[in-house]
């Protein structure tokens, strides 16, 4: 009994072909993952609070700082999401994310138990011009125009997570496997991109076993599990953006060819796969990371004002609406692709097309704007995440005390530790994503000495906007 329980070595856990630390060689963890419930649990567990979010969105009081789901969804969900799950975990919230789970349980008429009978719907392909993060990309950016607004009322928040829950039946319905999750989901975006920077993968252990297997039912499906909602190859799959974690390849792969892999921080920043759609995503974060720590953090009342609406007056909101779009999507970029010229320029080399520099090089805002939303989060969690206990025994507001929490009061901790915490966080973005240039420069500009003069116009654009946030945030 005893030499059943014990736990593998770190030496039985290495892949030898990857020097990768492959924790599905734990005999428990594979048992769990590979279990046709498991994703199921996480869901429905999930589903219940997203149901009491909802519903204390819509019907609880419309007092923001007094309701469960400004409090849970906007402060405490968004903690762990951007500060734990994320960078440690991947993708791992798309695991047991609820959004998906009404529209995929209608498409396979099922919750756990895998049907033979083809799924329900009209499991249309989605358009080939739409197979990128663009649509990903315009969506956060319409929730974000509004953030001031849903941040504070609390009907806003029950309204948009209801409208996604019903976007993702509707897409079940219409099109095969998790086309919400994989087009249109605003935060799937934003996942996919900074899961780059987590040291957790899915991956196939040995490809050339993948390709010489003919069944591919990681694709396709079995009786053991369905194909892979994200519809992506194992096989081929080298990073982290499109995989949505959710445990099926382990559950169908008949060779056991399926890793869950510890790697190095950053890893898949260095795979040279770059896309236009997901440059403008790092810059929709960065530049979204700004805006909101100028509105909500920093001292011109005025601003917020425009922003939620609390001016009373239409025209500023749309005001600011119009810079907020122009920022994010022009300004940012365009200054961006100048930055890009001048590399190319002073490079000496002439072989790369602006274009490839500027996509390439725009991958290296994404530890510093990670590390710029951590320090943002800080900035508000310790101040308010005190208003989660009283919340536990009163979700609606209605002035019950079911956990003998209700009266607990409003309580900031350590705000005086907060410069100290942000300072070192962002200095690491900004070294990280300078290492990263370096790297990237090297990638595009063979020959060191053209590498060497290509990042300096970058590093300089990216320890500018790391002043600015600390500037925002010391004052």
């Known amino acids: 009994m005893a030499r059943r ?86 993708r791992l919230w798309c695991t ?27 499991g ?32 806003v928040t029950g309204w948009l997570l209801l409208g996604f829950i019903v976007a993702g039946l509707v897409l079940s319905l219409l099109f095969r496997r998790r086309a919400f999750c994989r087009y249109v989901c605003p935060v799937s975006g934003f996942i996919g991109l900074y899961s780059a920077v987590a040291p957790i993968e899915v991956r196939a252990r040995d490809p050339e076993v993948c390709l010489a297997h003919c069944g591919k039912e990681c694709l396709r499906g079995s009786p053991a599990g369905h194909g892979c909602p994200w519809m992506e190859y194992p096989g081929t799959l080298t990073r982290n953006a499109y995989c949505g974690m959710c445990t099926e390849c382990i559950k169908t792969c008949p060779t056991g060819n399926i890793a869950l ?51 009373g007056v239409p025209l500023h909101y749309l005001v600011y609406i119009v810079g907020f779009l122009v920022v994010t ?13 001048a590399s190319r320029r002073i490079s000496g080399a002439h072989s790369p097309s602006l274009r490839q520099v500027f996509v390439t090089f725009s991958y290296a805002t994404v530890p510093l704007g990670l590390m710029a939303w951590i320090a943002f989060t800080l900035s508000f969690v310790f101040i308010n995440i005190s208003y989660a206990i009283p919340l536990l ?33 962002l200095a690491g973005g900004l070294a990280l994503s ?35 946030f600390l500037r925002l945030y010391l004052g």
């Open 393 to 425: 025994s009163d979700p609606m507001g209605w002035g019950w005390d079911l956990l003998r929490t209700a009266h607990y009061p409003w309580t900031p901790y350590v705000p005086q530790m907060l410069p100290y915490l942000q300072v070192p966080i």
């Open 434 to 468: 300078l290492l990263l240039v370096h790297r990237l420069a090297l990638e595009i500009f063979p020959d060191p000495r053209h590498a060497r003069r290509a990042l300096l116009p970058v590093a300089v654009f990216l320890t500018a906007v790391t002043l600015l």
């Open 261 to 311: 892999n510890v790697r190095p921080f950053g890893a898949d920043l260095l795979v040279p796969v770059r896309h236009m759609d997901e440059a403008f995503k790092g810059f929709i974060m960065l530049v979204a990371a700004l805006v909101y720590s100028t509105v909500l953090l920093g001292p011109w009342g005025w601003l917020k004002g425009w922003a939620n609406l609390g001016s």
């Open 124 to 155: 249309r392909e989605w358009p080939k011009a739409l197979r990128n993060i663009w649509l990903q990309n315009f969506s956060f950016v319409g929730v974000a125009m509004f953030s001031a607004i849903i941040l504070t009322r609390p009907r």
């Open 5 to 90: 329980l014990a736990l593998p070595s770190l030496s039985d856990l290495k892949d030898p072909l990857t020097g990768r630390y492959d924790l599905l060689r734990i005999r428990l963890l594979r048992r769990v993952l590979g279990h046709r419930a498991f994703q199921y649990v996480l869901m429905v567990a999930n589903l219940f609070f997203f149901a009491i979010i909802i519903l204390s969105g819509l019907f609880g009081t419309p007092v923001g700082n007094r309701n469960f789901s400004i409090i849970f969804v906007w402060i405490v969900w968004w903690a762990l999401l951007i500060m734990l799950l994320v960078p440690f975990g991947a």
């Open 329 to 341: 999507l022009a300004l940012t970029p365009g200054l961006f692709l100048g930055v890009c010229w």
């Open 96 to 122: 047991m994310c609820p959004l998906p789970a009404v529209g995929e349980w209608a498409q396979r008429g099922s919750l756990v138990r895998r049907k033979a009978e083809r799924p329900k719907g009209q």
